[in-house]
């Protein structure tokens, strides 16, 4: 694929990963890209790289535009190895080459990569560099979702490189949100939200709130991952709404199950909770923990089951109940449910979870082994009192 040009001088210079799946344990269906841009001024400047494996995809593409030992500058927006893996390749070439980053940015690639003949520039949110016609200014984004992160801003082209922020892991040949369509753009960037940036809505709150304060207006925003959004208030506004946990009259019921009887329960709760609400459902040995995740996000309810083993949940959905806790969904009703042959565990650890996630809680339901006509009857009611409580 060739470079691309996003605007007059400004090249997409990244790599399209068509076939990762699993990205750091977050389960990506349709693949990622690495998106590297390359500035073209009075001073060439690369912003991020690419994943190590895409080195070479990313130096052929900056050829065909310019030659890469003329880059004067290397934008380090981010420390992480999807966006710095090919730093210590590139700087091999363009051996003069200043890296721009933060000080937390600065600390990380030095962990990462023998740095001592690295010349930084270390930048904090205000700061700007002139690059010839164009000034770039850098906005930190502490703790989205790194501590050294930030963005860069090109004041001329109103274009917001705002690296992992609005980004979304989806493989695709189109580079606008326009030619994918806004609302599937949208889409992949909620999975995105969901499974990285979930636990860092107050950050981003306070994170958008600064960006208006500093009165910044964009055209485009081209993050490091999906495509570039030609529509950035859709994006924006969509953070907003998440990072809020604004819900939806929405039930989503998670399960895990030995010999059917857990299943059992969670299809009686669902179909309780349908009486009232739109409900997902979801086997977490089955499904993608990524979209689950991204359904919990705005859902008003949760039940969650699975059956008792040694005394405690059943350790699949232990690995999730540990997934989803990380990711700190706010808000949320939860119903515990299990099927226990004598001790019983599942329940209350599910239980547990939610109070430590400040959930309001129902009642936890416990069947002892088999659920009978009656107790299945009893967990539709339940169900139906979920989707009650997601519709209020
Ligand atoms: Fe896309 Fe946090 O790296």
């Not at 001073?43 to 050829?63: A, G, N, Q, Y």
């Not at 990285?196 to 958008?208: D, R």
Request: proline share 3%; hydrophobic share 40%; aromatic share 10%.
């Amino acid at each position: 694929m060739k470079p691309f040009e996003v605007i007059k001088d400004v090249y997409w210079v990244g790599a399209i990963d068509w076939d990762e799946r699993d990205f750091h344990g977050f389960e990506i269906v349709r693949g990622a890209t690495y998106n590297a841009y390359l500035i073209l001024d009075d001073k060439i400047t690369l912003v991020d790289t690419v994943k190590h494996k895409f080195f070479s995809e990313m130096i052929e593409r900056i050829k065909k535009i310019v030659d890469p030992s003329q880059i004067e500058y290397i934008i380090s927006n981010h420390v992480e190895t999807d966006h710095s893996g090919s730093l210590a390749d590139i700087k091999r070439v363009a051996k003069d080459a200043t890296i721009v980053c933060t000080q937390r940015g600065k600390d990380g690639l030095c962990k990462h990569f023998d740095c001592k003949d690295w010349e930084f520039k270390v930048v904090k949110t205000g700061d700007e560099l002139k690059i010839g016609k164009r000034t770039l200014m850098f906005l930190e984004m502490r703790m989205l979702h790194w501590p050294d992160s930030m963005a860069t801003y090109i004041k001329e082209d109103r274009l917001l490189l705002s690296n992992d922020a609005f980004g979304q892991h989806v493989a695709t040949l189109e580079r606008f949100d326009e030619e994918i369509g806004v609302d599937e753009a949208i889409k992949w960037a909620k999975i995105y939200y969901a499974n990285i940036l979930m636990p860092f809505g107050e950050l981003i709150k306070k994170k958008l709130k600064e960006i208006e304060e500093l009165g910044l207006q964009f055209d485009m925003i081209a993050p490091s991952h999906g495509v570039i959004w030609r529509n950035p208030s859709k994006i924006v506004e969509s953070y907003a709404k998440w990072a809020n946990f604004e819900s939806d009259n929405k039930v989503v019921v998670i399960y895990d199950t030995m010999w059917h009887s857990t299943e059992k329960i969670a299809r009686a709760i669902a179909e309780g909770a349908a009486t009232k609400a739109k409900v997902r459902m979801f086997h977490i040995r089955k499904d993608a923990w990524s979209d689950i995740m991204t359904e919990i996000l705005d859902a008003k309810a949760i039940a969650i089951g699975a059956p008792t083993m040694h005394n405690t949940v059943f350790p699949p959905m232990a690995g999730f109940l540990t997934y989803m806790k990380g990711l700190k969904p706010k808000n949320k009703i939860g119903l515990a449910f299990e099927s226990y042959g004598w001790g019983g565990g599942a329940a209350k650890e599910i239980n547990r979870i939610f109070k430590e996630l400040k959930f309001e809680t129902m009642e936890p339901l416990r069947i002892r082994y088999r659920p009978t006509k009656e107790e299945l009857e009893k967990a539709y009611e339940i169900g139906m009192e979920l989707g009650e409580k997601a519709s209020g």
